[in-house]
């Protein structure tokens, strides 16, 4: 099993579609994170969790809509979105706030 | 000012020179820094921390950092084609009450034969 594991792979859905992004991570770490890539952009920090608490929201419009239900997983539920919002989303996981993040494979979202 | 910034490249070197990518950063209260790789279509990894003001070396790959010059770099000796890739800098901030581990938008380095 890889670390960090999200599924799926790649996803294109409709403007009205919801749908859910999931992440799971096997490295016993108690901070997980969603980040959006765009194109020519850096990185961008969405939420994260601690100790399954959500301590960031960073202005995500309310069309996203993160869960954690325990150290080991989380979700991003997605519904309404707009086409700018296709991208690539990479959920991460550190063992501590000050130490190195570890990414999953990413899901690459195209909305139509 | 960004958080963190890089020169998007891309930066091209011959096989076997040194590569030497470049970051800067704004907070001045910063203890904690990454260096990660990503190949095109791939998610990023780590290939580099380094928390001490100096040089921390692994491989062929060494990172430098200036706490005072708020600047870190990265140097790839012997450069090989398969080292062609995006380099991205991130850094721990404290902000808004929390550490948050922000990128730089990356350094594309192409290695030609």
């Known amino acids: 099993e890889t670390g960090v594991t999200q599924t799926p792979r790649h996803l294109v859905m409709g403007m009205t579609n919801k749908k859910s992004l999931k992440c799971e991570q096997h490295?016993?770490?108690?901070?997980m994170y969603w980040y959006k890539q765009s194109a020519k952009k850096p990185l961008e920090l969405m939420f994260v969790?601690?100790?399954?608490?959500?301590?960031e929201n960073n202005s995500v419009p309310s069309r996203f809509s993160p869960e954690c239900p325990n150290s080991s997983h989380l979700f991003l539920h997605l519904h309404t979105l707009q086409p700018e919002d296709s991208a690539l989303y990479l959920c991460?996981?550190?063992?501590?706030?000050?130490?190195?993040?570890?990414f999953g494979q990413g899901t690459r979202l195209t909305v139509v | 000012q960004k958080e963190v910034e890089q020169n998007s490249g891309p930066l091209s070197v011959p096989e076997g020179a040194i590569a030497s990518l470049n970051c800067t950063y704004s907070?001045?209260?910063?203890?904690?820094f990454f260096w990660y790789r990503q190949y095109s279509g791939k998610s990023p990894e780590l290939i580099m921390f380094?928390?001490?003001?100096g040089d921390k070396e692994d491989g062929r790959f060494t990172a430098q950092l200036n706490k005072a010059s708020q600047y870190v770099s990265l140097l790839i000796r012997d450069s090989q084609p398969s080292d062609s890739a995006t380099y991205l800098c991130?850094?721990?901030?404290?902000?808004?009450?929390?550490?948050?581990?922000?990128f730089g938008a990356g350094t594309r380095l192409a290695v030609h034969p």
């Open positions: 991460a996981s550190s063992q501590a706030w000050n130490t190195e993040a570890f």
């Open positions: 490295l016993g770490h108690n901070a």
């Open positions: 969790y601690s100790l399954e608490e959500r301590v």
């Open positions: 907070d001045r209260g910063s203890q904690s």
């Open positions: 380094i928390y001490s003001n």
């Open positions: 991130a850094v721990i901030m404290f902000s808004g009450g929390y550490n948050k581990l922000i």
